[in-house]
């Protein structure tokens, strides 16, 4: 692999397209094709400024949004994505546990690719379901979150908005609290931020800390205020309240008063750091409302940036600049 | 009828035997083992140069999941699969459909082994009924119908005091209980080795310690009690560990190692098909450490046996989200080979302790018949071609299903041929032997 980059803004990307057919996660892209997708996403969100919020780049295609998990943000932002980029586009949510005794994942994607969709939008409760789903179907696959394993837009949409304000993510300290162990928000911002050459560390109770996190190339530690000291950026993650409690901390106030995100806290921090949550935030476990709506929170700037960067895995997974001329 | 095995290179380690000798076979029998034995009324059969004929292997961990899940392998393919890999015989795990818990169920598999006439197959009796853990099974009358130990295979005996009652009421029959290690509570819904990793790919890990912690309760039963206990496919160095301080104080204790759990390691999670459903199995593959301690074990003697675990899958079951497939792979075809080429020619151990862990172990811990080619015993003989190229293809084997992550394999090492009972039940074309 290449030395980490950080490109400016100004600069023409090193690659033009993806390798590969899938986005199942941020481990398989290179840092060239990670600046592609960024770079791109800053003109994607152009159109979304415009009075109408349109443009032709994917006409044509259809693109299904099959969430096995429920989601409001992630497939919200698909869709407007989707829709943004002219796709014909048509949401599949099926609860978990109906499938059970059902029909299987496979034979569902068999029956949805015999439609001829030219993408297939992924969520799915169980680790490695997308990569399943690539072995066996020729539609892209976006990864839009399986399990515990990754969920590669919702890093990209990360670096977008860290790379708005601080213009690059080489060499900043990124310190990523909460429960590590069940995050699969963690597992793709640690493969980017690593890859762009960020200093990363990862905080949180020893009982929620992934195994051999060291060979992540991350800091682990469970003292917030060696995380947090001189960072650059926080982002919190999500506490799972209904499987959190009694079992890996003793209580959502305990945890308050050893983990959860304060003013007091953030102090440590450099003056200018931003804090981030991919959502829903739990306000009092993981974080403070004054933090969450605090001056330093770019919260509902991720969200926003959400659409663009998804517009941007879109359009270069749909084949870019080469499919529109073909057109 | 008679026939003389001549010319190979005989492996007898109960008897000492390791030169080149004849064989003769009288019936179902062996006759006599010596040098240039006189031909007379036999048939001769010559064995070509650099084969190796030692005492039928016996695999003492097999899912054979007939009654019940037919789908997946039945006693007649089962068994095929079993003198195709060089086995002569078989013990089966009790977790069928229904449990083998009762004689009816123990006769019902013998009666489909003497249909399918193949490898020969020693049922496994459960320890409890139905494997719930709550009563002990009928296990005089399993005894009585043929099982050769037993044990709750497919998850742990529930408690210590029922493992503690199973092993003294076995013990008074010298059944061996034989141990799935596992403590429940430590492995939740695991379904990988916690590791590096399982937690790379966000899959829920169990750790060596559970496994262990079910090793160190069984030998703290086996001291109480003084019955044997034997641990079913170990994994994990702790385990191991637990073993070699147990064998050390006496206490009776034996073990077996898949060849899975020597030769890979959780590694296979990530690469080369990452998520690859046929690398899940419980106990999982481990990291590097447990791996080489599992081939340290065996090198040293910790080790008493090579058993497969084999565990056939329809391939629709194994076509799933990786956290729900079942556990298991097939282990029959691909066993020979793999011990062959990782473990001897690898340099860690020679043939005659090869053929201890496949043969003469397994038939002392079962106390079944086999595992020597004394004169009298039964003529299971399995013929090993060493030096053969061997390249594993899922697709043809014999057995009912397919998940074996060793597909496109190549190995140095096979077997030659296959004899149960003085009957030639598998020759391998490309060894070139003239058995019939």
Not at chain 1, 244 to 252: D, I, K, R, T, V
Not at chain 1, 289 to 309: F, M, R
Not at chain 2, 116 to 132: D, H, Q, T
Request: charged fraction near 20%; glycine fraction near 8%; hydrophobic fraction near 45%.
């Amino acid at each position: 692999m290449s030395a980490p980059v950080d490109a400016h803004l100004d600069q023409p990307p090193a690659v033009t397209s993806l390798r590969s057919k899938d986005l199942l996660g941020i481990a398989e892209l290179t840092p060239d094709e990670i600046l592609l997708i960024l770079d791109t996403a800053v003109a994607m969100k152009e159109v979304g400024e415009r009075p109408i919020k349109k443009v032709p780049a994917l006409r044509g295609k259809t693109i299904v949004n099959l969430f096995f998990e429920p989601s409001t943000r992630t497939r919200t932002s698909f869709e407007i994505a989707e829709k943004r980029l002219s796709a014909d586009t048509l949401n599949i949510a099926i609860a978990s546990s109906s499938v059970v005794k059902g029909e299987t994942l496979a034979d569902t994607a068999l029956n949805i690719e015999a439609m001829q969709p030219d993408m297939i939008v992924m969520r799915h409760s169980s680790s490695g379901a997308c990569h399943l789903l690539s072995r066996i179907c020729r539609s892209s696959i976006i990864n839009a979150g399986d399990g515990m394993h990754e969920h590669p837009t919702q890093a990209l949409l990360d670096a977008f908005t860290i790379r708005e304000r601080k213009k690059h993510v080489n060499g900043l300290k990124v310190a990523i609290v909460g429960d590590l162990l069940h995050s699969r928000v963690l597992r793709s911002n640690i493969h980017l931020l690593t890859k762009m050459g960020a200093e990363v560390w990862v905080c949180g109770p020893p009982t929620l800390i992934p195994t051999d996190i060291a060979r992540f190339g991350v800091r682990a530690t469970s003292l917030v205020d060696e995380a947090v000291a001189d960072a650059d950026v926080i982002m919190m993650l999500r506490i799972q309240l209904e499987r959190m409690e009694g079992a890996f901390f003793p209580s959502l106030r305990e945890y308050f008063t050893v983990f959860g995100m304060t003013e007091a806290r953030l102090r440590r921090a450099r003056p200018d750091v931003m804090i981030m949550h991919p959502g829903p935030m739990n306000r009092g476990v993981e974080i403070a409302s004054e933090v969450a709506d605090g001056p330093y929170s770019v919260i509902l700037d991720q969200v926003a940036n959400g659409v663009a960067v998804r517009m941007a895995v879109l359009y270069l997974l749909a084949g870019g600049a080469e499919h529109e001329a073909a057109a | 009828m008679k026939r003389l095995l001549k010319g190979g290179r005989v492996i007898d380690p109960a008897n000492g035997i390791d030169a080149v000798l004849d064989v003769l076979i009288d019936g179902d029998r062996i006759a006599r083992v010596g040098p240039s034995l006189p031909v007379d009324d036999a048939i001769v059969v010559e064995i070509p140069p650099g084969l190796i004929v030692c005492p039928g292997f016996i695999d003492m961990h097999v899912h054979l999941r007939e009654p019940g899940q037919e789908h997946k392998e039945t006693v007649a393919t089962g068994t095929a699969a079993a003198v195709a890999g060089g086995f002569t015989a078989v013990a089966c795990m009790p977790n069928t459909a229904p449990v083998n818990d009762n004689a009816n169920v123990t006769a019902y598999i013998l009666a489909k082994a003497a249909e399918a006439n193949l490898a020969r197959v020693y049922p496994i009796g459960a320890v409890s009924r139905e494997s719930k853990g709550e009563l002990l099974a009928d296990i005089a009358e399993l005894k009585q119908a043929g099982c050769v130990a037993i044990t709750d295979d497919g998850r742990p005996v529930a408690t210590a005091l029922l493992l503690r009652r199973a092993m003294e009421y076995a013990g008074m029959f010298g059944l061996p209980v034989i141990e799935h290690c596992e403590d429940p509570s430590l492995k939740g819904d695991a379904v990988a080795h916690e590791g590096y990793h399982a937690a790379t790919l966000g899959l829920r890990g169990m750790p060596g310690a559970c496994e262990a912690l079910g090793a160190e309760r069984g030998i703290l039963m086996a001291e109480l009690t003084g019955s044997a206990f034997h641990v079913a496919h170990m994994s994990a160095r702790a385990s191991l560990r637990a073993v070699r301080k147990a064998k050390d104080v006496g206490i009776r204790v034996t073990c077996e190692v898949a060849p899975h759990h020597f030769t890979l390691t959780d590694e296979s999670l990530a690469s080369p098909i990452p998520y690859d459903t046929n690398v899940k199995m419980n106990p999982p593959l481990r990291e590097a450490a447990d791996r080489d301690a599992m081939l340290s074990g065996i090198a040293d003697g910790s080790v008493d046996a090579i058993a497969t675990d084999h565990a056939p899958h329809h391939y629709d079951e194994k076509k799933v989200e990786f956290d729900r497939a079942p556990f298991g792979i097939v282990g029959l075809e691909t066993a020979v080979p793999l011990a062959l080429d990782r473990l001897v020619h690898a340099g860690l151990i020679r043939l005659p302790r090869l053929v201890e862990l496949l043969s003469v172990n397994p038939a002392r811990i079962l106390r079944v018949p086999g595992g020597t080619l004394s004169e009298g015993a039964p003529a299971d003989i399995t013929i090993l071609a060493p030096d053969l190229t061997v390249r594993i293809e899922a697709a043809v084997l014999r057995s009912k299903s397919k998940n074996t992550p060793f597909d496109g394999w190549e190995l140095r090492g096979g077997v030659a041929a296959t004899i149960v009972g003085g009957r030639t039940l598998f020759v391998n074309p490309a060894a070139r032997i003239a058995l019939s």
